[in-house]
């Protein structure tokens, strides 16, 4: 099981499969909360926690003012809260509750964004998965999630080749994952005993044939991913 966890996590590089083609180059992540007494720190509370794994140190966020914009950079982050400072310090004062806009265009530099942002959605389609099998007994319902995951799964060999080619550092990930991205390699590290148990309540109830065509098919995608990769 352990070989199979990490067949899938090495995988994890992989950019539009799961996330789609959406470019949309902007989004409210949250509002402002507190500030510093000379209101040149202030602390964003996130309101978008699916879209957390953007929000990185150093990134940029903005308050739209008409067609002024004062920018700020995050210097910190704690759960749903994000201490940022204000970058161009001679703009108009903030406001306690103004919306505070990620825009993709001033982060477009991040190293291994796209990575990020894929990783984040497997992991949500680890934990989708791991929740459903971890929810019922019913053979019926666990096929059918296992049959969903292995579709989520088979949707990413596609784009697999061009983004190793893109970064094939990443084909180190699970033993070296860099720095940009350690925060999502410790949160699959934390998914895998529960996925291994998982897999192991799966394995329990193989002589259902609804589940043993599912564990084929899925290994057919491992497979495949496998050679892909």
């Known amino acids: 099981m352990k070989k199979l966890i990490i067949m899938i996590f090495t995988l994890s590089a992989l950019l539009t499969a799961l996330y789609g083609k959406n470019t949309k180059d902007e989004f409210i992540i949250g509002k402002t909360e507190f500030s510093s007494k000379n209101s040149l720190e202030w602390i964003v509370i996130i309101n978008s926690p699916e879209k957390k794994y953007m929000l990185k140190d150093g990134a940029l966020l903005v ?20 201490k940022c400072g204000v970058v161009n310090k001679n703009s108009d004062a903030i406001k306690h509750g103004e919306d505070v806009y990620y825009l993709d265009s001033m982060n477009s530099s991040t190293k291994y964004k796209d990575a990020g942002r894929i990783l984040a959605e497997l992991i949500k389609l680890y934990q989708d998965f791991i929740f459903k099998i971890e929810s019922t007994d019913d053979p019926l319902i666990i096929s059918t999630a296992m049959k969903d ?18 970064y094939p550092e990443l084909k180190n990930f699970n ?7 350690k925060n999502e390699s410790d949160m699959l590290e934390a998914l895998e005993p529960r996925l291994n148990e998982a897999f192991f309540k799966i394995k329990i109830l193989s002589d259902d044939k609804n589940i043993k ?4 098919d899925l290994h057919e995608v491992l497979l ?3 050679n892909a990769n």
């Open 63 to 82: 308050i739209k003012r008409g067609d002024k914009h004062i920018v700020l950079k995050i210097n910190d982050s704690e759960g749903k809260y994000l």
């Open 149 to 166: 995951f292995s579709s989520s799964l088979n949707d990413l060999i596609p784009e697999m080749k061009r983004i190793n080619d893109k």
């Open 175 to 181: 033993t070296d994952p860099p720095d940009e991205l």
């Open 213 to 216: 065509k599912a564990m084929d």
């Open 224 to 226: 495949k991913m496998g």
